[in-house]
């Protein structure tokens, strides 16, 4: 379990400082920039009510794992919606939308999609290749990048994944510098 709280922990915080900087790139205004910084903070927030041995099971899920797994963006949403702005409490239930329309839990496609929601996939996208997770080794950051341009316009936003391009290019990806729980849990 703690493994999956650290996967859990530092991931959020990188994907919250990566969609920020893909929203500044995007031009949002500063009230959709904050938002990004808290919808990349608790999108996977719903995970805290998945099965903590399904959250790190080393190989592919089975049907009903999967289905399992794929209620956390309601249940974020449920957890959110009374708390924070509807908008961000939206973001999270659509985050695992595609461009393509083939994601879930609706397969809403395109501009239906909440652009939030369409920053956070491709940040969430390119720290899961980038990290050490429990149930997959870490992949190169080239391999990332890759990934997001061969998927732009079926998975990912064209308009989002250029601008995370653009920041690649640059080399104006936030560095991995979020705390782990071990650094913030050290005895002083
Ligand atoms: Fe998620």
Do not use: C
């Not at 709280?5 to 919250?16: I, Q, S």
């Not at 209620?71 to 659509?94: C, N, S």
């Not at 601008?163 to 849990?185: H, I, N």
């Amino acid at each position: 379990m703690k493994g999956v709280v650290d996967d859990l922990y530092g991931h959020v915080h990188r994907v919250a400082d990566l969609a920020i900087a893909i929203g500044k790139e995007m031009s949002l205004d500063p009230a959709n920039v904050k938002r990004l910084s808290l919808v990349g903070i608790l999108h996977d927030v719903g995970k805290i009510h998945i099965d903590p041995a399904v959250l790190a099971k080393p190989g592919p899920l089975d049907d009903m794992e999967r289905d399992h797994m794929r209620r956390h963006p309601e249940i974020g949403y449920a957890m959110i919606a009374q708390k924070f702005d509807r908008r961000v409490a939206e973001a999270i239930l659509y985050h695992h939308e595609r461009w393509d329309g083939f994601g879930y839990p609706f397969g809403l496609a395109g501009e239906k999609i909440p652009l939030l929601s369409r920053i956070v996939l491709v940040a969430d996208a390119f720290d899961a290749i980038t990290s050490n997770r429990a149930y997959q080794a870490a992949l190169p950051v080239d391999y990332a990048i890759n990934e997001i341009v061969v998927n732009s316009g079926t998975q990912f936003d064209p308009a989002v994944a250029e601008a995370f391009l653009a920041l690649a290019t640059r080399g104006d990806l936030p560095a991995k510098t979020a705390p782990t729980t071990k650094d913030v849990l050290a005895p002083t």
